[in-house]
T-cell receptor, first 116, second 117 residues
C-alpha cells in the first residue's frame, strides 16, 4: 500500500527566507505526486503535480518541487516566502499510472508560519 | 464558473442523530470523494465513487454512508454509528486519470465543519 510521510509538523520561517518542505513516499511503481495548500477553514488547492518527465516541477505561487526516485522524496521549495504563504501544506501520492485509478493518499501535513 | 459546492459550511448535530452533508459539482467529473480531516491526521478517505450508481469504501467508512444517483451529486450521511463524528469534511472530484493527461488532479470543495453537541 502507498504511504506518505511529512516529517515536519510545523515550520516557522521569516518573510523573504527560503523554504523547503519535506515529503517522502512509499510506492512500488512510478507514483503520481502532488502538493496541495490549505488556508484555515478552506478546501485544498493544488500547487503542483508530477507524473513523469522532468523531475523538477514548477507550480503556482512561485513553488517548485523535485522528484528524487532514489530518495523516494518530493520536497517542495520556494526561494522567498511571503506572509500570504502561511497555510498548511499536504503532500499526496496516487497509485499511477494505473488506468483510471484516482485514489490519493495524503500526508499528515506541515503547518507553515511566517514571521515578519 | 465550474466548481464544487458543499453545504452547509457549519453543521451542528445532537448525539444520536443522522446528518447528511451535501456535495455538488458542475465540472462534469466522473469520480467523487469524501475525506475527513482531523488536526494532525491529514485527510483520510471515507468513500469514493468512480461512476454513477457505484461507490467503494475508503479507509474509514464505518459509520458513514453515501449515494451516487447523479453524476453531479455525492451526499455523505454521518450516521449515529459514527463514534466520533466531529471533524472537517471535504468533498473532491476528478476526471479519470490517464497517463498522458495534464488534468490529473482532485479538485476540492470548501468543506463542511460538523460539530456534535
Amino acid at each position: 500500500a502507498q504511504s506518505v510521510t511529512q516529517p515536519d509538523i510545523h515550520i516557522t520561517v521569516s518573510e523573504g527566507a527560503s523554504l523547503e518542505l519535506r515529503c517522502n513516499y512509499s510506492y512500488g511503481a512510478t507514483p503520481y505526486l502532488f502538493w496541495y495548500v490549505q488556508s484555515p477553514g478552506q478546501g485544498l488547492q493544488l500547487l503542483l503535480k508530477y507524473f513523469s518527465g522532468d523531475t523538477l516541477v514548477q507550480g503556482i505561487k512561485g513553488f517548485e518541487a523535485e522528484f528524487k526516485r532514489s530518495q523516494s522524496s518530493f520536497n517542495l521549495r520556494k526561494p522567498s516566502v511571503h506572509w500570504s504563504d502561511a497555510a498548511e501544506y499536504f503532500c499526496a501520492v496516487g497509485a499511477g499510472p494505473n488506468f483510471g485509478n484516482e485514489k490519493l493518499t495524503f500526508g499528515t501535513g506541515t503547518r507553515l508560519t511566517i514571521i515578519p | 464558473d465550474g466548481g464544487i459546492t458543499q453545504s452547509p459550511k457549519y453543521l451542528f448535530r445532537k448525539e444520536g442523530q443522522n446528518v447528511t452533508l451535501s456535495c455538488e459539482q458542475n465540472l462534469n467529473h466522473d469520480a467523487m470523494y469524501w475525506y475527513r480531516q482531523d488536526p494532525g491526521q491529514g485527510l483520510r478517505l471515507i468513500y469514493y465513487s468512480q461512476i454513477v450508481n457505484d461507490f467503494q469504501k475508503g479507509d474509514i467508512a464505518e459509520g458513514y454512508s453515501v449515494s451516487r444517483e447523479k453524476k453531479e451529486s455525492f451526499p455523505l450521511t454521518v450516521t449515529s454509528a459514527q463514534k466520533n463524528p466531529t471533524a472537517f469534511y471535504l468533498c473532491a472530484s476528478s476526471p479519470p486519470f490517464f497517463r498522458e493527461s495534464s488534468n490529473n488532479e482532485q479538485f476540492f470543495g470548501p468543506g463542511t465543519r460538523l460539530t456534535v453537541l
